[in-house]
């Protein structure tokens, strides 16, 4: 079945502007993750979602950065007034549930340059 | 503050050769941990993943063990393959309210040559 799809899978944006990046996750996974791989700092944690609640957003770097999920299903994460060392790329995943011991199943992630 | 070390943080073997990952974490209370790769440009695909109760898990060449109380995992790749060549990532949940939040390690970067 189809995977966790993001988009876009590359966006170019100059400091100062926003962003919008989208996350469809596998039908039928109740959780859904954000996370932000960049080079020097690997993966680090942003935020998750059990349903349409975020149990835990400790990870988001600062008040610039948020994220929403509507209908259980898709998410967006929303990065106002965006700053050089937010360019990394932005990988979202889904699991069954959180807290079951389900894996968590990634998209390919969405590369964010900021000019 | 759980931290996750993976060594060695590059490895280059023959085709063929049996391989040894390593990962450990410095907080044993943990609810599971999974085994990631991820080539290039790519996501994340989930490997195999152990709970807290087991001690190993296998799929195909792979093998994973845990060892919570020493806080260790290893990744064993029998019979490697030019096709395994990917960078692998161990990643450590706590469970909990922060179930969501899995801490990675660095990861080890495999090449198989022919």
Known sequence: ?115 | KQEVTQIPAALSVPEGENLVLNCSFTDSAIYNLQWFRQDPGKGLTSLLLIQSSQREQTSGRLNASLDKSSGRSTLYIAASQPGDSATYLCAVNAGGTSYGKLTFGQGTILTVHP
């Open chain 1, 1 to 115: 079945g189809a995977g966790v799809s993001q988009s876009p899978s590359n966006k170019v944006t100059e400091k100062g502007k926003d962003v919008e990046l989208r996350c469809d996750p596998i039908s039928g996974h109740t959780a859904l993750y954000w996370y932000r791989q960049s080079l020097g700092q690997g993966l680090e944690f942003l935020i998750y979602f059990q349903g349409n609640s975020a149990p835990d957003k400790s990870g988001l770097p600062s008040d610039r950065f948020s994220a929403e999920r509507t209908g259980g299903s898709v998410s967006t994460l929303t990065i106002q007034r965006t700053q050089q060392e937010d360019s990394a790329v932005y990988l979202c995943a889904s699991s069954l549930k959180a807290g079951a011991n389900s894996p968590l199943h990634f998209g390919n992630g969405t590369r964010l340059t900021v000019t």
